[in-house]
């Protein structure tokens, strides 16, 4: 439902301003996405530290945290703030006027998601997904009515002040339902967070820089206009890795509760490879549907960005690797081996930074732009892949784990090359129909593994008879 509604939006958005506004609003997007560091890494101990004291039995600890880390991000957040707002008064004037009163949003928009992130992390810490599930959905909800009333009547400034609205009800909501409680508080404690936290951050901010990088050498290289165009592609990578991110969000507390009962690293083991294989059996189901998708519902839903269809096919490959980046990323910070990740991360960085500059100097646009991100997720993960195994696998289990789980990758973009290149009808409709069967019939021997080692079946009948029952 939460994907459903994204997209409904994103169309909407997308018609509504246009490719030039939304390559604005994906810039100050990006602000407000690095001016979350501010938090200097503590909300990471949140989502970490508070399920590690739980694990050990110490709850008042546990809430000792919680207070901590939601005093200390409003008061960062609101001195942030400040600084955007002191920049924009100095340095504003020679920017589009769009991008400069559009940038006025941010420090309301980055407050009330902090506070609201926090409130949705300490769930999620707790184990109450089903509320911060609901509250994601309903969010949708009220951003997708609030974008439809103001952008259609007022353009970009109904968009901006739909996006403030939709922030502070997020906060109401969480504060009514959640009965989230916490005393204003510092002591020394805020270090030990801090200490464990920032170096989370940092790999966080190269990480984050990893996944858009190629937005900033577009904005910078290739305008605002081939922004907005490149970010209807994105548009279908985000919604695919909305799956490993809602994924991972369930794991982190299992991964750290279960650490911090005898704090040995094989017993995340199971953890690990259960998650790795989910991801490769899912991710190409996902992946291949919206590569189908992605001409039909450009052509018909955004005309004006029919350029972004080729770009868009290749990003969705790269989302295969970024999905298995999780797992063992998790497992490393889980056992306090995070530090590792640091020399991984800012070696694929530097490879991207390289190579995206290349491709768009040497003319290959947005097509070698996106080539480029799927090498380096697969570069990322390749390294990572080869640190975690020295905790939990022999050379040969390695070796069998690591071509099992590049294998999918490598048939399903055969599989999809193939239908892209002899399928081809003159009817767009009955050309996504034919393909998608055939993609299916190939997919078949991923639905049955899905069954044999997850149920998913079942599962899938429970959940679609979960109402019925409470009904009865």
């Known amino acids: 439902m939460t994907q459903f509604l994204a997209v409904i939006a994103g ?8 490719p030039y506004l939304m390559g604005i609003w994906s810039t100050i997007q990006l602000v407000i996405s690095y001016c979350e560091y501010s938090s200097l890494g503590i909300d990471a101990a949140l989502s970490r530290e508070f399920p590690f004291c739980i694990g050990k039995g110490d709850k008042e600890g546990a809430n000792r945290i919680r207070d901590l880390v939601t005093s200390f991000g409003l ?13 924009i008064l100095l340095f504003g004037k020679q920017w589009p006027p769009y991008l400069f009163w559009g940038l006025f949003v941010a420090p309301l928009l980055l407050i009330t998601q902090r506070f609201s992130n926090v409130m949705v992390g300490w769930l999620r810490a707790s184990k109450q997904f089903e509320l911060a599930g609901a509250q994601i959905v309903l969010s949708g909800f009220v951003n997708l009515l609030l974008i439809i009333l103001l952008t259609s009547q007022l353009k970009f400034a109904g968009f901006l002040i739909a996006m403030v609205l939709s922030c502070f009800f997020n906060v109401a909501f969480l504060l009514k339902k959640a009965h989230f409680h916490f005393i204003f508080r510092f002591n ?28 900033i050498f577009v904005i910078r290289y290739l305008g605002f206009e081939q922004m907005g165009i490149y970010g209807v592609a994105t548009m279908a990578t985000v919604l695919a890795t909305k799956i490993p991110d809602s ?78 980046f999780y797992p063992y990323s998790n497992f490393l910070i889980a056992i306090k081996r995070h530090l590792i990740l640091f020399p991984i991360i800012a070696f694929t960085l530097f490879v991207q930074v390289f190579f995206t500059f290349f491709v768009i100097k040497s003319g290959f646009g947005l097509n070698g732009v996106a080539s480029v991100a799927i090498f380096c997720y697969f570069l990322n993960f390749f390294w990572l892949f080869v640190i975690a195994a020295r905790f939990l696998y022999n050379a040969k289990e390695a070796l069998m784990k690591f ?32 393909q998608l069967s055939l993609f299916f019939l190939s997919s078949i021997p991923i639905f049955i593994l899905l069954e044999r080692e997850f149920g998913a079946l079942g599962h899938i009948l429970d959940f679609l008879t979960r109402d019925k029952k409470r009904a009865i």
Not at 75 to 87: D, R
Not at 415 to 434: G, K
């Open 11 to 18: 169309i909407v958005t997308r018609n509504f301003l246009g």
């Open 75 to 87: 008061v960062t957040a609101a001195i942030t703030s400040v600084g955007i707002l002191s920049y």
């Open 188 to 215: 020394r404690e805020i270090f030990r967070l801090i200490s464990f936290g920032l170096p989370l951050l940092i790999l966080s901010i190269f990480f984050d820089l990893l996944r858009s990088i190629d937005k």
């Open 247 to 324: 994924i991972v969000i369930i794991l982190i507390p299992h991964f750290h509760e279960k650490f911090g009962e005898r704090e040995e690293a094989r017993d995340l083991k199971r953890l690990v490879d259960r998650s790795a294989s989910a991801y490769s059996l899912i991710m190409p189901l996902v992946i291949g549907t919206a590569w189908i998708f992605s001409s039909l519902f450009v052509t018909y839903f955004l005309p004006k960005f029919t350029a972004a269809v080729s770009s868009m096919k290749l990003l969705l490959l790269s989302t295969y690797f970024f999905a298995l």
């Open 403 to 434: 071509f099992f789980l590049a294998s999918f990758f490598i048939a399903l973009a055969v599989i999809l090359t193939c239908l892209d290149r002899w399928c081809v009808m003159a009817s767009l409709m009955q050309q996504t129909i034919l």
